[in-house]
């Protein structure tokens, strides 16, 4: 079984540009969550997205942006880049409502802003 | 809000030591906790998930246990090995998931 994959695995942008992730998860699943990681703040959560529609949301400005599509496969938005998007993003998806699920991890996209 | 710490922040042992981490949490309103390990600049991979019902989870070398009501979990690793190298995060899930800042493990041969 294919695991969670994410692209591009590494992308340069300038301040001020706006970037897209994309996440397909392990077949089946239906739930989708994206994180941010630095060295700074750790591991936070972005939001998190279930057939189709936002269940939760982090502690994130507006720049920040996903959508899930009707194949489970995720996208997350950044608009006007800042230095400090700078980080390794992360996607993971699970089986269903997340209680009881496993998260699974793909290995990152990671965004350099210039 | 819920708060997720770890200690040791950094441990370096010699290969065949056991050795535990812990995971301390602030609301103890979690429906599970799980494990993970991250290798450098690679994703996490899920190590053992416990349920909030349940005490503890075992899974080769690995056994994981769950304090609910005190906030607290370890990860016991039995006969390290340099393979076993990594950083290591638990978190917890409640309305969605709270990582812990990790431990860096050494373990060195």
């Known amino acids: 079984k294919a695991g969670v994959t994410q692209t591009p695995r590494y992308l340069i942008k300038t301040r001020g540009q706006q970037v897209t992730l994309s996440c397909s998860p392990i077949?089946?699943?239906?739930?989708v969550s994206w994180y941010q990681q630095t060295p700074g703040q750790g591991l936070q959560f972005l939001f998190e997205?279930?057939?189709?529609?936002?269940?939760n949301k982090g502690n994130f400005p507006g720049r920040f942006s996903g959508r899930q599509f009707s194949n489970s496969r995720s996208e997350m938005n950044v608009s006007t880049l800042e230095l400090g998007d700078s980080a390794l993003y992360l996607c993971?998806?699970?089986?269903?409502?997340?209680?009881?699920?496993?998260?699974?991890f793909g290995n990152g996209t990671r965004l350099t802003v210039t | 809000k819920q708060e997720v710490t770890q200690i040791p922040a950094a441990l370096s042992v010699p290969e065949g030591e056991n050795l535990v981490l812990n995971c301390s949490f602030t609301d103890s309103a979690i429906y599970n906790l799980q494990w993970f390990r991250q290798d450098p600049g690679k994703g996490l991979t899920s190590l053992l998930l416990i349920q909030s019902s349940q005490r503890e989870q075992t899974s080769g070398r690995l056994n994981a246990s769950l304090d609910k009501s005190s906030g607290r979990s370890t990860l016991y690793i039995a006969a390290s090995q340099p393979g076993d190298s990594a950083t290591y995060l638990c978190?917890?899930?409640?309305?969605?998931?709270?990582f812990g800042p990790g431990t860096r493990l050494s373990v060195l041969p």
């Open positions: 077949s089946g699943h239906r739930s």
């Open positions: 993971a998806s699970s089986p269903g409502t997340g209680i009881f699920s496993p998260l699974h």
């Open positions: 978190a917890v899930e409640g309305q969605n998931f709270v």
């Open positions: 997205y279930f057939s189709e529609t936002q269940r």
